[in-house]
């Protein structure tokens, strides 16, 4: 409170808003306290451990607010209501969770603000807050600011897109903006603009992790390192490959988002490195003498900009201090089989020093819109597109619905993931392509 106090009155926020300081941190600590009490990690969802760490991230949120654009106690509100639903709801699995969680934030925002927003209400139209609505506008000078339309929410992810396509010379993923995608997009833009944060995403392979992880960072202005892991890559490779990110971060000061994928770990010794980056913010060992060396030699010029001494410690400190702000971790992993619950369980960090964002499955409309998309590339005939999409829909569908059966009748376990349904398409355009490529040559 007294922290949440300070931030309000050094950047003059309105008296109402400043007199809601109190409002804001006990409604915060009453919904934490309510998450933790009825939320309780299972083997299922092993990632259902809250501490205060997750309630230093809501407060972290809501020290992004701006003084022009939080100028009442509903504004403040709907803030707050953004920033637990991050942190809280995001990692949540399942139907009854969400909806649990949806009504004691409802009843917690009546009870302190006495406001009254139905959970049904909250679920239907949910509270959005983003700072890229003004396409040309640095990064660093963007403004926080809710969102009132999602066709225009869509629209400037389109541009972004766009953008993005134009300024590469490699051929981009084809994005799909259904509902779903452009709320996992908004997240991890969010994660991306708080100086030191992580993020961990949780779905099946094909949900669109990456690429929803590619565009945000175009969208925040952040660099993007992959991993490319080959066979014999090793844990030198690995350092290399993260002494990459850091020069990015700390030498020349830019964010720098580092993606990991769950098929990446191919060596526990990268978790211990990984959990090093997520709790302390260094990796030990790291740098050699000489290259450190090297590197504190051209960090000088900097450092004395920001008034720092030549020391050798206060340039290292210098140059870890940016690190931990301006890198940030991105874990892509599915939560199938075994090793996710193990690594959580392992390694706690994971969970405790990211902010979790658990992809469903896509839903119908999501299905049907990507059959579209990727059907329309091969100029398929107009009335046909809207049926031939539908099909595939309808074949997905069918061969998900016997999943539960086979796995009753054998014990076993198989996945019908999103990546299945972009490969039967894919390979159902191919034929297509073929086809035609050849009716066009026997005439």
């Known amino acids: 409170q007294v922290q949440l106090g300070s931030f309000l009155l050094r950047h003059n926020f309105l008296a109402e808003i400043q007199k809601c300081c109190s409002l804001l941190s006990s409604c915060a600590i009453a919904i934490y306290y309510r998450t933790c009490h009825s939320m309780r990690p299972t083997p299922a969802k092993c990632h259902y451990t809250f501490n205060l760490r ?6 972290q949120g809501l020290f992004q607010a701006n003084e022009s654009v939080i100028i ?7 803030l707050l209501v953004h920033e637990t ?13 969400r909806e649990n969680f949806y009504q004691y934030l409802s009843e917690e925002i009546l009870n302190y603000f006495k406001i009254s927003w139905p959970a049904g209400k909250l679920m ?18 963007r403004v926080y600011r809710p969102v009132t339309s999602h066709k225009q929410l869509v629209s400037k992810l389109d541009e972004y897109r766009m953008k993005m396509r134009m300024s590469s010379a490699i051929a981009g993923d084809t994005y799909v903006f259904f509902m779903e995608a452009v709320q996992h997009m908004t997240r991890a833009t969010r994660v991306f603009r708080q100086p030191g944060s992580h993020m961990m995403m949780v779905g099946l ?3 669109g992790k990456s690429s929803i992880a590619a565009l945000s960072c175009y ?8 991993l490319l892991v080959t066979q014999g890559y090793s844990h030198a490779e690995f350092r290399e490959d993260v002494k990459k ?10 964010s720098a988002v580092l993606l990991i994928r769950g098929s990446d770990i191919i060596q526990d010794s990268f978790l211990e490195d990984i959990t090093c980056i997520l709790n302390l913010g260094e990796v030990p060992d790291l740098f050699d003498k000489d290259e450190l060396d090297g590197l504190l030699v051209e960090l000088k010029a900097e450092a004395a900009e920001a008034n720092m001494s030549d020391s050798p410690q206060s340039l290292l400190d210098f140059f870890l201090q940016r690190v931990r702000c301006n890198l940030h971790l991105v874990l892509a992993v599915s939560p199938a089989g075994q090793s996710f619950r193990q690594r959580c369980r392992t390694h706690p960090s994971l969970v405790n020093c990211c902010t979790i964002d658990w992809y469903d499955g896509w839903p119908q409309e999501a299905l049907l819109s990507v059959a579209d998309t990727f059907i329309t590339q091969q100029d ?17 569908n069918s061969v998900s619905s016997k999943v539960t059966q086979y796995q009753e009748e054998t014990r076993r376990r198989y996945y019908v993931t999103p990546q299945t349904y972009l490969s039967f398409i894919d390979t159902f355009t191919h034929i297509l392509h073929t086809k035609k490529q050849k009716l066009m040559e026997d005439r």
């Open 380 to 396: 398929v005939v107009h009335e046909n597109k809207g049926h031939i999409a539908a099909v595939c829909v309808a074949i997905h």
């Open 124 to 141: 239907k139209d949910p509270v959005e807050f983003v700072d890229f609505l003004d396409l040309d506008s640095a990064a660093k000078s």
């Open 245 to 254: 990110v850091y020069k990015e971060a700390g030498l020349r000061g830019q």
């Open 54 to 59: 997750d309630l230093f991230k809501v407060l």
């Open 205 to 207: 392979d094909g949900t």
């Open 85 to 97: 639903t991050r942190i809280f709801h995001d990692r949540l699995v399942d139907a009854g969770d």
């Open 219 to 226: 969208i925040s202005g952040c660099k993007l390192f992959r």
């Open 72 to 78: 009442t106690k509903d504004l403040a509100a709907q």
